[in-house]
């Protein structure tokens, strides 16, 4: 069908001219930052790393494992950081090389981490699964 080229098209002109070699090393530095700033500001808080520690090993995702993970999430949709959930306990973030900076990550361990200090998450409206994350 016509407009699903034109998308397909749209998309495709973002990646014009971009060294795949250097999105891959993006993404790997962002993951790893991540990771990094996970450890040092998130697991007090009873995250564990669900994702290889490995760049090797890991794609442009980063998972962590958190008993509330669902409302949890929810909570940080709310904020404005769209992230993902999958059943039974984990939150996961994709990193987009092309326009994700690493101020991003920054911003985005600080509200999780403002999240689960002021325990935003602990409310019926977040803890109430809905069909979709």
Excluded at 3 to 17: I, P, R, V, Y
Excluded at 24 to 34: C, P
């Amino acid at each position: 069908p016509i407009l699903s080229l034109l998308a397909l098209d749209a998309a495709l002109d973002a990646f014009d001219g971009v060294d795949m070699a250097q999105a891959y090393a993006k993404v790997q530095s962002l993951t790893g930052l991540f990771i990094a700033l996970a450890d040092e500001r998130l697991m007090h808080h009873a995250f564990t790393l669900a994702s290889p520690r490995d760049n090797a090993q890991r794609g442009a995702q980063v998972s962590l494992a958190h008993p509330q993970g669902y409302a949890i999430m929810q909570a940080l949709i709310a904020r404005g950081l769209i992230g993902d959930f999958r059943a039974p306990d984990i939150v996961r973030f994709g990193f987009a090389p092309l326009y994700t900076r690493y101020t991003d990550v920054f911003d985005a361990v600080a509200l999780i981490d403002d999240v689960m200090t002021t325990r935003a998450w602990d409310t019926a409206d977040f803890k109430a699964r809905k069909a979709v994350t």
